[in-house]
């Protein structure tokens, strides 16, 4: 039986995350997805929010802004909007981003560029959620 499965995580510019996981905790358009080894195919769409590659005792944080899930037996792959490592996520431009999405949001009163600010709000919230939770 396999106890580890191949994990790829990746944008449109970068691979962001390669390796070999024993669990994976992704934020699914419907609910946090758990998988492990030889889970049955799947695709999904993701939301914005953390993404937990567990191997062993060792666990790897990344932040994803969305995108599709793609689970096969013993490989996962994950195509996000853009990607970040936890390690490498810096506080400082995350409150000061969410700050200017609060400004827009408040300052919109409807329309596309509302929803834009909202989305990057709830976007920003969510990075510094992850951020705050890590270094508990």
């Not at 666990?59 to 792959?77: A, D, L, R």
């Not at 300052?107 to 709000?121: I, P």
């Amino acid at each position: 039986m396999a106890t580890s499965m191949e994990i790829l995580v990746a944008t449109a510019e970068r691979e962001v995350y390669r390796g070999e996981a024993t669990m994976l905790v992704v934020p699914g358009a419907a609910g946090e997805l758990g998988i492990l080894p030889r889970h049955s195919p799947l695709l999904s769409a993701l939301k914005p929010g953390e993404l937990r590659i567990i191997n062993g005792e060792n666990e790897e944080e990344v932040f994803i802004s969305g995108g599709f899930i793609e689970v096969q037996p013993h490989k996962v792959t994950i195509l996000a909007d853009t990607a970040e490592r936890a390690a490498d996520m810096d506080e400082a431009e995350i409150v000061a981003a969410q700050r200017r999405a609060e400004e827009a949001v408040n300052s919109q009163q409807a329309g596309s560029d509302l929803a834009m600010a909202e989305a990057e709000l709830a976007m920003m919230t969510a990075r510094l959620k992850l951020l705050r939770k890590r270094r508990k």
